[in-house]
T-cell receptor, first 111, second 115 residues
């Protein structure tokens, strides 16, 4: 089992749609969680951190479920510019810090 | 502006040749990293360095080498021992003093291809 798993997609949605991505992690001792966005052949950029209480940034909402060991990202009112790959990132500190990237979920938003 | 600079953007390697990818940061970060990304896969850690003159192997270090002689520089050499070097290489840095809330700052990447 991979340490961090994501549905690779692609997700094809029309503009204005709501789309949700999930990410599961295997290490129950994981401490920090993030969503990064990556455009084709570009560097990943931090989208948002994920907190246990859930957090929202405009049209984006991130949730963490420690009991089930998954995090989610919800995008409301999708824009064409949201088309990208979304990477789930998990940091653990068992025997030293370790940052694990998921393989990413590809999103296409169409007019 | 502070940031990470990778060069070159595109690099071609001939069989049996060593090539070096440059990574420079002016963020005053202690930790620097090299990742490899293949199509449809997540980033895989090649090497990382938490302090000057020290570095550690990541998950896929074979066929690569690094140095950390200066805080701001962390070059990666892809040696002839790396038989499948074609990939997108990303350099990153972070301020390790901030405990586990380790946000990574990435360079713009280098696409390495084999001739």
């Amino acid at each position: 089992r991979k340490e961090v798993e994501q549905d690779p997609g692609p997700f094809n949605v029309p503009e204005g749609a709501t789309v949700a991505f999930n990410c599961t992690y295997s290490n129950s001792a994981s401490q920090s969680f993030f969503w990064y966005r990556q455009d084709c052949r570009k560097e990943p950029k931090l989208l948002m951190s994920v907190y246990s209480s859930g957090n929202e940034d405009g049209r984006f909402t991130a949730q963490l479920n420690r009991a089930s060991q998954y995090i989610s990202l919800l995008i409301r009112d999708s824009k064409l510019s949201d088309s990208a790959t979304y990477l789930c990132v998990v940091i653990s500190n068992t025997g030293g810090f370790k940052t694990i990237f998921g393989a990413g979920t590809r999103l296409f938003v169409k007019a | 502006d502070g940031g990470i600079t990778q060069s070159p953007k595109y690099l071609f390697r001939k069989e049996g040749q060593n090539v070096t990818l440059s990574c420079e940061q002016n963020l005053n970060h202690d930790a620097m990293y090299w990742y490899r990304q293949d199509p449809g896969q997540g980033l895989r850690l090649i090497y990382y360095s938490q302090i000057v003159n020290d570095f550690q192997k990541g998950d896929i270090a074979e066929g690569y080498s690094v140095s950390r002689e200066k805080k701001e520089s962390f070059p990666l050499t892809v040696t002839s021992a790396q038989k499948n070097p074609t990939a997108f290489y990303l350099c990153a840095s972070s301020d390790r003093s901030k405990t586990t809330n380790e946000k990574l700052f990435f360079g713009s990447g280098t696409q390495l291809s084999v001739l």
